[in-house]
């Protein structure tokens, strides 16, 4: 088990409440409140992604593979392969297990746009245009050779392709937060029942769980992030950002139709005020990135605590 819980320093965070019910498909979990207050942290916690170009076997350059409609194009795929940030999925095999075990992850703030509201369901979607992505995760404990941590709670949100949260449809995207309505513990007051791209899934033995999601936009002043919050047990949690790279999403955004029309974000991984004051650099805390052969993307990430 973590042995370590002071806030912030290795990742956890302690919180009120944080207890874990058996969860059914479909069910939310409102009950359960989080006051604790992550905080910034500068830890080492880089997950590496590796370069390659796989266009040619995916064969997209003979027009072998087509593109599900709804989802990107080969030409896309082809210009996104040929930044060397994506690696075909059959090639990767077990995708998780190829990814560093052992760094731990680092922990930041959960911004304002959180909703403790653990809607329990792999597919978090909805009806939301985008991308479609297909995020695995997986949770480690650095104190125990990493092995995996099963039931555990991990909730995932993000903004949908035009920049915009659920429960935050009267935000601008285009705007600052308003830093002078959030409450106590940082975050703006939600004002409408929409949940899109909100969702919780128990850890499994090996620590995974998986979600269907799409590629998040991006929103004045972040680059694009998927936020993460993992419920330990008792009051124990993790909270962090994941980030993609930054080449892939130049390509997304100036490319692919849900997101062109926002066109590609000032807000990089190099510049991002989250990344700067959590003291993450470089390719620390990106996904791995993935294609598969229809265009859309698998990302995965594995989530270590001490
Ligand atoms: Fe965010």
């Known amino acids: 088990m973590f042995s370590h819980f002071a806030r912030g320093s290795t990742g956890l965070v302690e919180g009120q409440g944080g207890g ?18 992550a905080e910034e942290r500068r830890e080492e916690a880089p997950n590496e992604f590796r370069l390659g170009r796989r266009a040619a076997l995916l064969g997209l350059a003979g027009g072998t593979v087509t593109a599900v409609a709804g989802l990107v194009s080969p030409a896309f795929a082809q210009r996104a392969f040929t930044t060397g940030n994506v690696k075909d999925a059959a090639d990767v095999g077990d995708f998780l297990g190829s990814l560093p075990q052992c760094r731990l992850t680092t922990a930041t703030v959960e911004g304002p746009y959180f909703i403790d509201q653990r809607i329990v369901r792999s597919n978090i979607r909805e009806r ?31 903004c949908n392709a035009q920049g915009e949260y659920s429960g935050y ?28 791209l ?75 005020v989250v990344r700067d004051q959590s003291g ?19 990302a995965a990430m594995v989530l270590t605590g001490t």
């Open 20 to 37: 874990r019910k058996t969860m059914e498909k479909g069910a939310i979990m409102t009950n359960l409140n989080d006051t604790a207050t």
């Open 128 to 158: 939301q245009p985008g991308l479609p992505l297909e995020l695995e995760l997986r949770v480690a404990n650095a104190n125990a050779s990493c092995r995996p941590i099963g039931g555990a709670v991990v909730s995932v949100w993000h």
């Open 169 to 196: 449809l009267f935000n601008d995207p285009d705007k600052f937060p308003d830093l002078d309505t959030v409450n106590e513990l940082g975050h703006v007051t939600h004002r409408d029942n929409e949940r899109w």
């Open 198 to 272: 909100r969702g919780a899934q128990t850890t499994d033995a090996e620590g995974k769980v998986t979600f269907q999601t799409i590629v998040p936009g991006w929103y004045t002043p972040r680059a694009a992030h998927i936020h993460v919050r993992v419920y330990l047990g008792g009051n124990r949690m993790m909270t962090t950002q994941l980030y993609f790279p930054q080449a892939l999403l130049n390509t997304i955004q100036s490319t692919h139709r849900d997101y062109r029309s926002r066109g590609v974000s000032i807000y990089t991984n190099e510049n991002d």
């Open 280 to 298: 993450i650099t470089g390719r620390q805390d990106i996904l791995q990135v993935t294609a598969k052969p229809d265009g859309s993307l698998r």
